[in-house]
């Protein structure tokens, strides 16, 4: 659940509830209600979605036959939603789907942004939308120790236009964070940072394993078995 300006935008399944028969699947919608009194404002198709396109390896199995298959999805599915102020950013759609941009009032698609299709994370700061893209596919092709590459797009977070875009090698999944003039990710044994106007490289420095990074102020913080680390962001 994600929440501006009075509304609060999530995603849901409103497919019968205990049903396994396939003859009802899954019917999943971006739902949009009053945050004062949960009075439903809109609600918006998500196709494709659901477990057989986060685990396309048992999308042709019977799913009578599978314990909490349907309810496991992917860390960053919830990192496809973001809303600020009267703009909900989203992908309508799993594999390889573009980052749209609707009208957080009426649900309506102010555009759909040339050049994001992959989208996997997004983040908004500084009027900028910075998204983590990956062609479908990827995870898959890394277990398999083929190279992975990522791209770092930046947006304009009203128009949708792409200011820059870089190609960063394989961005860990989780990583991306953005405020102040900097947005950062780890990269393999690296945390990497970017200026957000130009996208220019910034600095590098290593960075332990670790699941978990924010900013706060000036500090870049991440967390992992050894725990936590602080990074200057200037």
């Known amino acids: 659940v994600v929440s501006a300006n009075g509304r609060c935008f999530y995603t849901l399944d409103e497919g019968p509830i205990g049903v396994t028969d396939p003859r009802f699947p899954a019917r999943w919608a971006l739902m949009a209600r009053d945050a004062f009194n949960g009075v439903l404002l809109w609600k918006r198709p998500l196709q494709p979605w659901g477990w057989q396109q986060w685990k396309p390896e048992i999308a042709e199995a019977d799913w009578r036959t599978l314990r909490g298959q349907r309810g496991r999805f992917p860390a960053e599915v919830p990192r496809r939603l973001v809303a600020v102020q009267d703009r909900v950013y989203v992908t309508l759609g799993f594999h390889d789907a573009p980052l749209s941009i609707l009208d957080a009032a009426s649900g309506e698609t102010l555009t759909q942004c040339a050049g994001s299709e992959g989208t996997q994370e997004i983040v908004v700061d500084n009027h900028t939308v910075f998204l983590r893209v990956q062609p ?36 860990r999944p989780l990583s991306l964070a953005a405020d102040g003039d900097a947005v950062v990710f780890v990269r393999g044994s690296k945390l990497v940072c970017h200026a957000q ?38």
């Open 136 to 171: 479908s596919g990827a995870a898959e092709a890394a277990r398999r120790g083929k190279k992975v590459t990522t791209r770092l797009l930046a947006l304009d977070a009203t128009t949708g236009h792409v200011r820059w875009s870089q190609e960063v090698g394989n961005m």
């Open 197 to 234: 106007q130009e996208g220019r490289l910034r600095w590098e420095a290593e960075c332990p394993p670790g699941g978990v990074l924010v900013i706060h102020k000036d500090v870049v913080l991440t967390t992992g078995k050894t725990g936590t680390n602080a990074f200057s962001l200037a």
